[in-house]
């Protein structure tokens, strides 16, 4: 069921309308102190989804709520969920987005 409903949503996460975007990103900020660990099956999906072109946005409204998810991220999950996606995220992105995940894996 959590996968039916995340594959759903991650759309929303990349949707082209910026307005879309950012409420979705919004909407994934207040989800995660409710969901917590609950979100490991997923979180390999959702994470290139609310990262790959969110952080690099020259919209400063979808990039502070990429912002705010990932650090919504790091202070509600267990740390072992999210060091692989990070580091493969950091790996193959550029620019402002690629800083952004080496720090918060650094």
């Known amino acids: 069921m959590l996968f039916q409903i995340f594959d759903a949503f991650k759309s929303r ?3 082209p309308n910026s307005k879309v975007n950012q409420a979705a990103l919004e909407a994934m900020h207040k989800m995660i ?3 917590k660990d609950s979100l490991s099956p997923v979180i390999n999906m959702l994470i290139p989804a ?3 072109n969110n952080l690099n946005s020259k919209n400063p409204g979808i990039y502070a709520a990429a912002t705010n998810v990932i650090q919504a991220l790091c202070q509600h999950l267990d740390n072992y969920f999210l060091l692989q996606p990070f580091c493969t995220k950091a790996q193959f992105l550029n620019g402002k987005a690629k800083q952004d995940m080496t720090e918060k894996l650094a």
């Open 13 to 15: 996460l990349h949707d």
């Open 33 to 35: 102190p409710l969901l």
């Open 50 to 52: 609310m990262v790959d």
